[in-house]
């Protein structure tokens, strides 16, 4: 088998090094810092086999006019950036029709269906069983309007894509969760899913398995990627790195490094903050509360408080807004203990206008392949899109492979 840069480690880059590596390949795993220190640290810690669908842009007048004027915790945007990202952001808006979204769902859904029988073998192979609950998460409504509109939904779910939940009402609830002070209208159970204590110590997990594995891991600049002869090589640090083949596995960074080589990819960059606290109140589950775009995650860390999206620079300095807004109402219904850090953590996820991630070959290079674009489930499908990206460069086809496939994306990547 031939030899295999993959570019960057994250839990896409290390799942499909990983698969990568079970073909036979001789498999480099390169990042500028350590395993599982970027984006993939910083999630709500949920496999989610129940995201059938990726997530729709509003359409809806009221929605946008809500989210246009800053009166919505579930988005912030910042204007300049905006209309730097207008190109996408038209174009994920008009992939979010009906008809196109439920295309694109039809294919989604056969990711994250996958997604947890493809992280069981990897969890038990990588010893971190003690990291994974096998008990679902909540979603609770303050409204009964906004419940029963999540359970239609939810039924809507199981009955199309085999999606399994609970329904619980506001005392069933309660005695479920009890540190939570507010009655809630109700809540989804979404029963299928997993959860994770420490996205950043499982992708850490991972990658140490690919080492004991036989795999090489690296520390390098991904953006001095070049192509020599029949291959390619990035700068390490103890000198050159070189493969037959490169893999782009870089998230939120990867149309930088793939600019250089005359590729231009529409992608919106949706930032994220989390906050931990102590905790006084614990959890059994993580919970979400989709009206402010939150989620409460026990975590080795403390309860985790992730937001929901921002769309600003990449280098924008940090804004508290979301999570001084989070934690106003949270604490009005839960004892969140003690801030445990000084500064919030913040990462952005890589979306695409079709919501679909980009996994194959690249159009116009040899041995230039991308696994990345996967916006909210980076965390959820790495191991899922890195077999998918080993099946395709063994030369197998499927319907799920050519899906995913940079050709004939031109909307996504030029």
């Known amino acids: 088998m031939s030899e295999v840069m ?201 990658a140490d398995l690919f080492v004991a594995r036989g795999g090489r891991l690296a520390r390098g600049d991904a953006a001095s990627l070049t192509q020599q002869g029949s291959g390619w090589t990035v700068q390490g640090e103890a000198g050159p790195l070189s493969g037959e083949h490169a893999v782009i596995c870089l998230g939120p960074w990867s149309p930088e490094v793939l600019k250089p080589f005359g590729y231009r990819v529409n992608m919106v960059w949706k930032r994220g903050y989390h906050q931990h606290f102590t905790g006084s109140a614990p959890l059994q589950r993580p919970c979400v509360d989709s009206e402010h775009g939150l989620v409460l995650s026990p975590m080795t860390q403390g309860l985790r408080m992730a937001t929901g999206a921002a769309l600003v620079g990449q280098t924008d300095p940090v804004d508290r807004a979301q999570l001084i807004f989070g934690e106003r109402v949270m604490r009005r219904e839960i004892d969140l203990g003690r801030v445990v850090e000084d500064q919030p953590w913040y990462g952005h996820r890589p979306c695409l206008p079709d919501m679909l991630p980009l996994v194959g070959k690249a159009p116009r290079h040899a041995g230039l392949w991308l696994n990345f674009g996967h916006g909210h489930q980076g965390f959820t499908l790495g191991p899922t899109t890195g077999s998918l990206l080993a099946d395709a460069m063994a030369g197998m086809g499927s319907d799920l492979i050519e899906a995913l496939s940079p050709a004939g994306r031109a909307a996504v990547i030029r």
Not at 66 to 79: D, I, W, Y
Not at 137 to 147: D, H, L, P, V, W
């Open 6 to 206: 993959v570019l960057g480690a994250g839990m896409v880059g290390v799942g499909s090094a990983l698969a990568l590596q079970a073909r036979g390949h001789a498999v480099t795993l390169i990042d500028r810092r350590a395993p599982g220190e970027e984006t993939s640290y910083g999630n709500a810690g949920i496999i989610q086999s129940e995201a059938a669908e990726p997530y729709a842009f509003p359409r809806d007048a009221a929605t946008l006019l809500k989210f246009l004027s800053g009166r919505s915790n579930q988005l912030r945007l910042s204007p300049l950036p905006v209309l730097q990202m207008a190109a996408g952001l038209l174009s994920y808006w008009a992939n979010s029709a009906p008809q196109r979204h439920a295309s694109a769902s039809r294919i989604y859904a056969q990711l994250t269906r996958r997604s947890v029988d493809d992280h069981g073998p990897l969890i038990d192979a990588a010893g971190q069983g003690n990291l994974i609950r096998q008990a679902g998460f909540f979603e609770f409504y303050r409204s009964a309007a906004a419940f029963d509109a999540q359970a239609q939904y939810a039924h809507r779910m199981e009955a199309e894509f085999g999606v399994p939940f609970r329904a619980l009402d506001g005392a069933a609830f309660a005695r479920e969760e009890p540190s939570f002070q507010t009655r809630y209208a109700g809540a989804l159970h979404w029963t299928g899913s997993w959860t994770c204590a420490s996205p950043g110590r499982l992708t850490g997990a991972y």
